[in-house]
T-cell receptor, first 114, second 109 residues
């Protein structure tokens, strides 16, 4: 099992450009999450999904969109990147509800917006 | 939203010593989890403790939970260089986990 994988690992964007981050999991988990991690801020939830075809907003959803067309994939999109979106992005998944189940994390995507 | 807060923020210890870090939270919880993050990697789940549990062990890890004080502690015994990492507590919030800002531990060989 590969667990949770993320592509790409690194990306540099110019302000205003768009991109999509892909997260894939092979554990048949229902729940998937996108976080961003900034120095001194811990992890903040951007969006999450409780099943195929469903998405919901987290703590910091502005400027991001997500889609969960297939159970194993969770995509995070930036339509018009801004320097404030420079961060490390982590995808995670869990079998059940996040609050009562451990989450499995991907290796992260380091995004720089200039 | 409630959020775990770890204390102290950074800790340097010699290999073989014990490392203790604390986490406090503001509102009632059902569960509290601890995660480890090695430099440049994703988070790895260490242990989950439920609100009706006071202590839990996993290998060299010991977690305590005091719901009356709204706090938890993580003890790593006989630390190793490989324990060098950031440690996060996470408390349950509606539909998600709320992570603290992390506690950096450096184990000096």
């Amino acid at each position: 099992n590969a667990g949770v994988t993320q592509t790409p690992k690194f990306r540099v964007l110019k302000t205003g450009q768009s991109m999509t981050l892909l997260c894939a999991q092979d554990m048949n988990h229902e729940y998937m999450y996108w976080y961003r991690q900034d120095p001194g801020m811990g992890l903040r939830l951007i969006h999450y999904s409780v099943g195929e075809g469903t998405t919901a907003k987290g703590e910091v959803p502005d400027g991001y969109n997500v889609s969960r067309l297939k159970k194993q994939n969770f995509l995070l999109g930036l339509e018009s990147a801004a320097p404030s979106q420079t961060s490390v992005y982590f995808c995670a998944s869990s079998y059940g509800l996040a609050s009562s189940e451990e989450q499995y994390f991907g290796p992260g995507t380091r995004l720089t917006v200039t | 939203s409630q959020q775990g807060e770890e204390d102290p923020q950074a800790l340097s210890i010699q290999e073989g010593e014990n490392a203790t870090m604390n986490c406090s939270y503001k509102t009632s919880i059902n569960n509290l989890q601890w995660y480890r993050q090695n430099s440049g990697r994703g988070l790895v789940h260490l242990i989950l403790i439920r609100s009706n549990e006071r202590e839990k062990h996993s290998g060299r890890l010991r977690v305590t939970l005091d719901t009356s004080k709204k706090s938890s502690s993580l003890l790593i015994t006989a630390s190793r260089a490989a324990d060098t990492a950031s440690y996060f507590c996470a408390t349950d919030a509606p539909g998600r986990l709320a992570f603290g800002k992390g506690n950096q531990v450096v184990v000096i060989p």
